[in-house]
């Protein structure tokens, strides 16, 4: 069955610094993979998917993500996050039905 | 083009109550997804529909929950009667296709169960 791990609960970031949330999947073949974003009082945006070809993903709001079969990983990043970018952020695989990590919850400081 | 909507946003009820919850999936968008996500926990499929039939309904927790999709339009999810720990988000998602394509989420209800 697919899984999906996102090992950070909690993560505070200074705002111009970059993040990095974490992501791994099981999945026993090609995966499908999401990352998805809750806005406090918001619903499920998406920022970027994985389907095939480059393993490298640009998304919405500056965002990129890395695929990396051999670590089973799909890790978002974003080089300088800005105070808006606080919410709560949800790794995903796709077998028909999504699969989702527990949520990795992004604070800003100043 | 509209995306997915839900109805209503939030709703509380006493235990022992009916809820129903509405979604409105994006138009031409044969797939609708119904999950949830309780407090604390992840977010948790309960059913897909293609169309106007349950393709698989593996998630629902019991028979309290009942949804139904008439015409392969819009479709309700009733939770007959409600438990406490029946309190959470409920999403509701649509897509065109299966598998690689994206599922495009509704706002949730968010139900409270007192």
């Known amino acids: 069955a697919q899984s999906v791990t996102q090992p950070d609960i909690h993560i505070t970031v200074s705002e111009g610094a970059s993040l990095e949330l974490r992501c791994n999947y099981s999945?026993?073949?090609?995966?499908?993979l999401f990352w998805y974003v809750q806005s406090p009082g918001q619903g499920l945006q998406l920022l970027l998917k994985?389907?095939?070809?480059?393993?490298l993903v640009q998304g919405i709001k500056g965002f990129e993500a890395e695929f990396k079969r051999s670590q089973s990983s799909f890790n978002l990043r974003k080089p300088s996050v800005h105070w808006s970018d606080a919410a709560e952020y949800f790794c995903a695989v796709n077998d028909y039905k999504l699969s989702f990590g527990a949520g990795t919850t992004v604070t800003v400081r100043a | 083009e509209a995306g997915v909507t839900q109805f209503p946003s939030h709703s509380v009820i006493e235990k022992g109550q009916t809820v129903t919850l509405r979604c409105d999936p994006i138009s031409g968008h044969d797939n609708l997804y119904w999950y949830r996500r309780v407090m604390g926990k992840e977010i948790k499929f309960l059913l897909h529909f293609v169309k106007e039939s349950k393709q698989d309904e593996s998630g629902m927790p019991n028979n309290r929950f009942l949804a139904e999709r008439t015409g392969g339009t819009y479709s309700t999810l009733k939770v007959q009667p409600a438990e406490l720990e029946d309190s959470g988000v409920y999403f509701c998602?649509?897509?065109?296709?299966?598998?690689?394509?994206?599922?495009?989420f509704g706002p949730g209800t968010r139900l409270l169960v007192l």
């Open positions: 994985y389907f095939s070809g480059d393993t």
């Open positions: 998602a649509s897509s065109r296709q299966v598998g690689a394509e994206t599922q495009y």
């Open positions: 999945y026993g073949a090609t995966p499908y």
